[in-house]
């Protein structure tokens, strides 16, 4: 396993967030150049997670824990290829709603879930 420092991490983390910012990127999402669309496409995935998050109340009890992280892991799936194949804005926006909804569900339910699979006196260091 390699291990990177957060001082060789920053930069790289810097490098994947300039894509949105590249002139082929802009090419194929030229609105993305207007400062208020770039801000709603990349919170959209946070509104996801919150409607994930709060899908988990009652998807949760139908589904049970596994087959709910199975599901949050499939959305993501599905969202990610949306995002990686998008030809449009629309392709894009749907595919980070899909992708956050599935991280939601996925955030809300695995620690839930870890901390009951796990033995009593070690659930509390295992999910803090």
Do not use: H
């Amino acid at each position: 396993m390699t291990w990177v420092s957060s001082a060789e991490y920053v930069p790289y983390y810097f490098k994947l967030m300039k894509v949105i910012t590249e002139d082929s990127f802009l090419d194929v999402f030229p609105k993305m150049r207007n400062p208020g669309i770039l801000g709603i496409v990349i919170a959209i995935f946070e509104i996801g997670c919150l409607m994930g998050a709060l899908s988990c109340m009652e998807l949760g009890d139908r589904l049970g824990r596994r087959y709910t992280v199975v599901v949050g892991m499939g959305l993501l799936v599905i969202g990610g290829v949306l995002q990686a194949a998008a030809y449009n804005l629309g392709t894009l926006i749907a595919g980070r709603i899909i992708s956050g909804f599935g991280l939601g569900i996925d955030v809300a339910t695995v620690p839930t879930w870890q901390s009951e699979c796990s033995k009593p006196r070690i659930s509390v260091s295992e999910v803090n």
